[in-house]
Nanobody, 121 residues
Framework: QVQLVESGGGLVQPGGSLRLSCAASGSIFSINAMGWYRQAPGKQRELVASTTSGGTTNYADSVKGRFTISGDNAKSAVYLQMNSLKPDDTAVYYC???????????????WGQGTQVTVSS
């Protein structure tokens, strides 16, 4: 089995910063990409940022210049540094990974349990 464990959410004032962490564990042959999605109440889940094993990154327009995603291939981990947070960033943030469990299997998508980020004064 593969597990994604997130940490780092919480309550922060507008303009503040948070850093999310996610580590993958279990039977892992390779990780193609990892990233973060978020879902606010009443809204669809949306991509926040992603990074491939080769280091290619992608960001939602709404977070460009404020959020930075980074990966650690050796630790099977991904991080999201969030600066200049706004109330609109309030959501449950989910870690996502595209993982091959063995050399004989195809790549599958895995999700973390989610971590709440609340931006409020």
């Amino acid at each position: 089995q593969v597990q994604l464990v997130e940490s780092g959410g919480g309550l922060v004032q507008p303009g503040g910063s948070l850093r999310l962490s996610c580590a993958a564990s279990g039977s892992i042959f390779s990780i193609n990409a990892m990233g973060w999605y978020r879902q606010a109440p009443g809204k669809q889940r949306e991509l926040v940022a992603s990074t491939t094993s080769g280091g290619t990154t992608n960001y939602a327009d709404s977070v460009k210049g404020r959020f930075t995603i980074s990966g650690d291939n050796a630790k099977s981990a991904v991080y999201l540094q969030m600066n200049s947070l706004k109330p609109d960033d309030t959501a449950v943030y989910y870690c996502h990974a595209e993982i091959r469990r063995t050399r004989y299997e195809s790549t599958n998508a895995y999700w973390g349990q989610g971590t709440q980020v609340t931006v409020s004064s």
